[in-house]
């Protein structure tokens, strides 16, 4: 079964509009990462938050994690037309490398 | 710039025919990962290794599939016989696990191969 389900599926904004993806869990963690993949391409990592940690910074990505919830989001601030692509969360049990992916969101970002 | 490379990018066979993907991992790292992605499943870890020894299969259709790595440079994933099934984008990924670490690390991919079974 999937460890992280997005949501939302889909979205779309305007460019210098703020786009926010919200991911669960299942597990306990040991940590989770945010994948972006442009069309046809592989996956980018973006991002890694530990479970101790509640918010990390990069760029214009802001992540938040929330273990009792078994949740994250991830906010991109003043969103390019370039930022359009799917978003993954991706999670994994402790003392294992494995990672699994959720299903994603698909962010269109119009000029 | 380091890379993970993949090839072939693009492959159309026959049902029935055997299919070699073939996977470059970046230098120097330790864990290797296939995945296959879909738009009906999504993406799904198929096997990966960590120091060129298998770790985890679970997610191969194991009649059909096998993994290996030859040596630390190379990574390749067998299909035989392929099935119109099989058809998706299959991905390498490579990272580096260090000892202490606790979960999973960072993951690089690759471009994919595009896989057509007809």
């Known amino acids: 079964s999937q460890q992280g389900e997005e949501d939302p599926q889909a979205l779309s904004i305007q460019e210098g509009e703020n786009a926010t993806m919200n991911c669960s869990y299942k597990?306990?963690?040991?940590?989770l990462q945010w994948y972006r993949q442009n069309s046809g391409r592989g996956l980018v990592h973006l991002i890694l938050i530990r479970s101790n940690e509640r918010e990390k910074h990069s760029g214009r990505l802001r992540v938040t994690l929330d273990t009792s919830k078994k949740s994250s989001s991830l906010l991109i601030t003043a969103s390019r037309a370039a930022d359009t692509a799917s978003y993954f969360c991706a999670t994994g049990p402790y003392n294992t490398d494995k990672l699994i992916f959720g299903t994603g969101t698909r962010l269109q970002v119009f000029p | 710039d380091a890379r993970v490379t993949q090839t072939p990018r693009h492959k159309v066979t026959e049902m029935g025919q055997e299919v070699t993907m073939r996977c470059q991992p970046i230098?120097?790292?330790?864990?290797v990962f296939w995945y296959r992605q879909t738009m009906m499943q999504g993406l799904e870890l198929l096997a990966y290794f960590r120091n060129r020894a298998p770790l985890d299969d679970s997610g191969m259709p194991k009649d059909r599939f096998s993994a290996e790595m030859p040596d630390a440079t190379l990574a390749t994933l067998k299909i035989q016989p392929s099935e119109p099934r099989d058809s998706a984008v299959y991905f390498c990924?490579?990272?580096?696990?260090?000892?202490?670490?606790?979960?999973?690390?960072?993951?690089?991919f690759g471009p994919g191969t595009r896989l057509t079974v007809l």
């Open positions: 597990t306990s963690i040991n940590n």
């Open positions: 990924a490579s990272g580096f696990r260090g000892e202490g670490l606790a979960g999973p690390s960072t993951q690089y």
């Open positions: 230098l120097g790292h330790n864990t």
